[in-house]
C-alpha cells in the first residue's frame, strides 16, 4: 500500500493563473480531507469529501476555491486566479469512516504550492 | 470553537535528556487528543492518540483535562526523535483536526 499520495509536490503559479492539486487516497479508503498549511501556521481543515460528494466545505475560502472528489480518479482541490496568498502547503488526507473510534487520518506528503 | 496551542516554536535538548513538548487545548466537551509527527522530508505521521493509552518510541502523553493539556514526554531523547511535533484534536465523533503550529525539536548529540 503506498499510502496517500499527492501531486505534484511542488507547484509554482504565476498570479492570475489556476493550480490543480491532486491526491490519491489510500487503497480502500473513500474519505478524503484537505487541509491548508500556511507558512509559521498549523494544518487547517478546508474540506471533507466522500465519492462524488461534498461532505463538508466550511474551511475552504467561498471564492476562487473548489473540491471534488469522483467516481473515478483522484480528488482534485483546483483554486483559480491565484493570489500571492495562496502560496502555502496543502495536505490531503484519508480515512475509511470517520468518526469511529479508534479511525486514524492518514496523510499525504503535500503539494507545496508558491505564486510568484 | 476549539483551539489548540503549542507554546514552544523551538525546543533543543542533548542526548539522552528528557524531553517535554506542551500542548493545551481549549473545548468545553470532551475531545479526543492526538500527536503528529514529520521527519524531515517525510509526511505527517500519527505517533500516538490519548485513547490508546500507548507508548510509541518511547513516547506517552497523558490527557489533563483539569489543566486541558496533553503534554508529550520522553525519558531519555534521541537523535532520531528530532522532527516537527504537531499535537491535534478531534471533537466526539466528528472528522476535522484542529492543529496546533507545531514544536521543532532538535535533539543535539
Known amino acids: 500500500n503506498a499510502g496517500v499520495m499527492q501531486n505534484p509536490r511542488h507547484l509554482v503559479r504565476r498570479r492570475g493563473q489556476e493550480a490543480r492539486l491532486r491526491c490519491s487516497p489510500m487503497?480502500?479508503?473513500?474519505?478524503v480531507y484537505w487541509y491548508r498549511q500556511l507558512p509559521e501556521e498549523g494544518l487547517k481543515f478546508m474540506v471533507y469529501?466522500?465519492?462524488?460528494?461534498?461532505?463538508?466545505e466550511s474551511g475552504m475560502p467561498k471564492e476562487r476555491f473548489s473540491a471534488e472528489f469522483p467516481k473515478e480518479g483522484p480528488s482534485i482541490l483546483r483554486i483559480q486566479q491565484v493570489v500571492r496568498g495562496d502560496s502555502a502547503a496543502y495536505f490531503c488526507?484519508?480515512?475509511?469512516?470517520?468518526?469511529?473510534?479508534?479511525?486514524?487520518?492518514?496523510f499525504g506528503p503535500g503539494t507545496r504550492l508558491l505564486v510568484l | 470553537a476549539q483551539r489548540v496551542t503549542q507554546p514552544e516554536k523551538l525546543l533543543s535538548v542533548f542526548k539522552g535528556a528528557p524531553v517535554e513538548l506542551k500542548c493545551n487545548y481549549s473545548?468545553?466537551?470532551?475531545?479526543?487528543l492526538f500527536w503528529y509527527v514529520q521527519y524531515s522530508r517525510q509526511r505527517l505521521q500519527l505517533l500516538l492518540r490519548?485513547?490508546s493509552r500507548e507508548s510509541i518510541k518511547g513516547f506517552t502523553a497523558d490527557l489533563n483535562k483539569g489543566e486541558t493539556s496533553f503534554h508529550l514526554k520522553k525519558p531519555f531523547a534521541q537523535e532520531e526523535d528530532s522532527a516537527m511535533y504537531y499535537c491535534?484534536?478531534?471533537?466526539?465523533?466528528?472528522?476535522?483536526?484542529?492543529f496546533g503550529k507545531g514544536t521543532l525539536l532538535t535533539v543535539n548529540p
Open positions: 488526507a484519508s480515512s475509511l469512516e470517520p468518526g469511529l473510534l479508534q479511525e486514524t487520518q492518514y
Open positions: 487503497k480502500g479508503h473513500s474519505h
Open positions: 469529501l466522500q465519492k462524488e460528494n461534498i461532505i463538508d
Open positions: 473545548y468545553s466537551g470532551s475531545p479526543e
Open positions: 490519548h485513547i
Open positions: 491535534a484534536l478531534i471533537v466526539s465523533s466528528n472528522y476535522k483536526l484542529t
